[in-house]
């Protein structure tokens, strides 16, 4: 179905259960877009790559581009924090509808889509976590196992931990393949305690770590102990490791050490521009 097609869909779809009186999204040079609060919402796809062969693209995350119009700084993460419940389920499920949308032209390469889905989203829902979205995946003729539900988890949800399980269980009940992905400003305790606990329950399909995540753990035999201890747990549960926020030949490095499946960040985006950029022509393996 072409792109403007299923825009006009969803905007019935969207306008009829939230009783809209203008269609959210609109289509600008070929990419889908939306507002909120006067607010431009669109899609940005970074390339997530074998760290075995850099030039191999397994799959794109998307992440939201909102830009106030009289500044050029994002300010995504304050979109989410200032929706109530309602609003930020309906809020989640339009940004992974612009993102499924923009995803379409490159879908044929077969990689996977990850989708960031908010943990207040997942807490709101009661249960059938991901039954709304399976309709927009099929419309866009994706099988869900080439999606995957990317959840960041940090100390301030630590007492809804139950919940949290019950909804990332649904996602994978529903065929679903799910990502879990720390907070990188936690203390030692939830780095050390919670974490683990976390994967060994829900034993999601990736486990995302930004380069940051590793900063209060590096130093010593201590903090080369929690490294390890950590990827243990990772390589017994069968789950793939994502190292994110590669942005230097340094983070290059320090990725390497911690043999991820994946890899993500600026500087392989720049690498693949100059073929002469030192490390990333390299084999991580």
Same mark, same amino acid.
């Given at each position: 179905?072409p #792109?403007s097609?299923?825009?006009?869909?969803?905007?019935q779809?969207?306008?009829?259960?939230q @009783?809209?009186v203008?269609?959210?999204l609109? &289509? +600008?040079? =070929?990419?889908v877009?939306s *507002?909120?609060?006067?607010?431009?919402?669109a899609t940005?796809?970074?390339?997530? +790559?074998?760290a075995?062969?850099?030039? %191999?693209? %397994?799959?794109?995350?998307a992440? #939201?581009?909102?830009f106030?119009p009289?500044?050029s700084?994002?300010?995504?993460?304050?979109?989410?924090h200032?929706?109530d419940?309602?609003g /930020?389920? $309906?809020l989640?499920?339009?940004?992974?509808?612009?993102?499924?949308? $923009?995803?379409?032209?490159?879908?044929h390469e077969? @990689?996977? &889509?990850f989708?960031?889905?908010?943990?207040?989203?997942v807490?709101? /829902?009661?249960h059938?976590?991901?039954?709304?979205?399976?309709?927009v995946?099929?419309?866009?003729?994706?099988?869900?196992?080439?999606v %995957?539900i990317s959840?960041e988890?940090?100390? &301030?949800?630590?007492r809804?931990f139950?919940?949290?399980?019950k909804g990332? #269980?649904n996602?994978?009940?529903? @065929?679903y393949?799910?990502a879990?992905k720390?907070?990188?400003?936690?203390n030692?305790?939830f780095l050390?305690?919670?974490?683990?606990d976390?994967?060994q +329950?829900i034993?999601?399909?990736f486990?995302r770590?930004?380069?940051?995540?590793?900063?209060?753990?590096? =130093?010593?035999?201590? =903090?080369?102990? *929690?490294? !390890?201890?950590?990827r243990?747990?990772?390589?017994?549960?069968?789950?793939?490791l994502?190292? !994110?926020?590669?942005n230097?030949?340094?983070?290059a490095?320090?990725?390497?050490?911690?043999?991820p499946a994946? %890899?993500? @960040?600026?500087?392989f985006?720049?690498?693949?521009?100059?073929?002469?950029?030192?490390?990333?022509?390299?084999?991580?393996?």
């Amino acid at each position: 179905m072409p #792109l403007s097609d299923l825009t006009e869909y969803f905007n019935q779809r969207i306008m009829e259960e939230q @009783g809209l009186v203008e269609p959210p999204l609109f &289509l +600008r040079g =070929g990419l889908v877009e939306s *507002r909120t609060g006067g607010l431009p919402l669109a899609t940005e796809l970074h390339p997530i +790559r074998r760290a075995s062969d850099y030039s %191999v693209i %397994v799959g794109h995350d998307a992440t #939201l581009r909102a830009f106030p119009p009289e500044t050029s700084q994002s300010i995504s993460a304050k979109v989410f924090h200032l929706a109530d419940v309602s609003g /930020i389920i $309906n809020l989640d499920r339009l940004c992974r509808t612009i993102h499924m949308l $923009n995803y379409l032209p490159i879908s044929h390469e077969d @990689g996977h &889509l990850f989708l960031h889905v908010h943990p207040r989203h997942v807490l709101g /829902i009661k249960h059938d976590h991901g039954a709304y979205f399976e309709e927009v995946i099929f419309r866009c003729g994706l099988p869900p196992r080439r999606v %995957v539900i990317s959840v960041e988890v940090s100390p &301030l949800y630590n007492r809804q931990f139950k919940q949290l399980q019950k909804g990332l #269980l649904n996602y994978q009940k529903r @065929g679903y393949s799910t990502a879990i992905k720390f907070n990188d400003q936690a203390n030692e305790p939830f780095l050390e305690g919670y974490c683990i606990d976390f994967l060994q +329950r829900i034993t999601p399909d990736f486990v995302r770590l930004d380069k940051n995540f590793f900063a209060k753990l590096r =130093g010593g035999q201590e =903090g080369q102990k *929690r490294i !390890e201890s950590l990827r243990s747990v990772i390589l017994q549960l069968d789950t793939e490791l994502l190292i !994110e926020g590669i942005n230097d030949e340094s983070d290059a490095h320090f990725a390497k050490d911690l043999h991820p499946a994946y %890899v993500k @960040g600026e500087y392989f985006e720049r690498s693949s521009d100059n073929p002469d950029a030192g490390l990333a022509r390299q084999s991580m393996a």
